[in-house]
């Protein structure tokens, strides 16, 4: 999903104005007292002041390349107002795209939709520098999303690891036998004038009701790429992406590896990208060119033909819908993280980094007591695959049968954790997921 964990902007002189009107689905959002994010889009603002670029300076000098950056506390004024497991719904938030690929008859168009699908997304971002908020351990979120066309879409999330950190997630239009998981794994790393973002990790799609040779859904493995920002010495500032997004599809042997394209130090340009869908057996069909945060082409190989692909300025994304803060558990991100998100909205830093220690405080102190009872953490909602011909380290618990109806796979979704508004918590909910599998799992046997 298009995620970075760790992102760097030096303070530039501006006026403090927002740098663009685009409605935001974080936290700030929806909370009521929220006067300053009504006029300013701290989201999109790049912090400045004397102060700000005497702090990043003091932490980028005691940093070496190819130094770890997970574990170094950032200031608040680089913080987006939404935690890692809430930004990886931006790369959900093109449902028509993928039921559209779901209802193609013709193997190589559903594969040719899919990579539309998974490219839609990237560019939903704050156009200023920002790092999403690092999930603690045990951290949750779940949202849905009401479909045009009477679907629904749910959305579950879990940080199931902290060091190191790794955010597991599902998500399910169960209408249209979609399905998702994933896992995402950022690993930062600082390179001199510029920090990189390793996303490690894999995104596994399944089209429930389109069964292979073996009977087995149609599946897609999907990889992304790396996040890098630029000259955070010297020199211009940007964010690029970077290295290969692997799309497969063992169930149809239709690929592509799209190389998401770097500007060199005298030639090139940013933002492209190139990529290559290959045959079953290794013959090439289609080449995807273009830039991915504006308009990306599609060539056919056999007859020279060039046609636009995606354009994502016309794309109109379909943001979450998530429940009342009132509602929310003691974890759940925007309950979480309200007093520091609120403090970003208002862009008073010295209450957000206030509230944001007492956060990261309580996890160390319920780090060092498991420690002290040698007790280990387990997730409440993922538990760790046992399946070897799984993708995925972490996989929700709840059994959802593939060939269920909508009604039961809806059904057994909303049992797992409250989703929608006026949903309650179960006294089961706090028991960790290895103990509450469902007997009708096969892989609990």
Known sequence: MALGNF?????????????????????AA?????????TVNTEDIDEVDDQGQSILMGIITQL??????????????????????????????????VIEAHASKDPLDRFLKVIKWYLSGWHIAPKAVKKPLNPVLGEFFTSYWELKDGQHAYYISEQTSHHPPKSSYFYMIPESNIRVDGMVVPKSRFLGNSSAAIMEGTTVLQFLDILDSKGNPEKYTLTQPSIYARGILFGTMRIELGDHMIIKCPSTGYSIDIEFKTKGFISGTYDAIEGTVMSPSGKPLYEISGK???????????TGKKTEFLNVNVTKPLQPLVRPLEEQGEFESRKLWKKVTDALSQRNHEIATSEKFKIEDDQRIRAKKREEEAVEFHPKLFRRSNNPNDDLEFVLYKHIPNDADAKLKTKLILETVPILPGQGFTKEFDIPAFSKLHLSDPLAQ
Do not use: C, H
């Open 30 to 38: 929806i909370t009521s007292n929220d006067t300053a994010a009504s």
């Open 7 to 27: 992102k760097i902007k030096l303070p530039e002189t501006i006026t403090g104005k927002s740098a663009s009107s685009t409605p935001q689905s974080g936290p």
């Open 64 to 97: 070496k390349p190819g130094m770890d950056l997970s574990r170094i506390t950032l200031p608040t004024f680089i913080l987006e107002r939404k935690s890692m497991l809430e930004r990886i719904t931006n790369q959900l938030q093109e449902p028509d795209m």
């Open 292 to 302: 991915w945060n504006d308009i990306m082409y599609i060539k056919d190989v056999s």
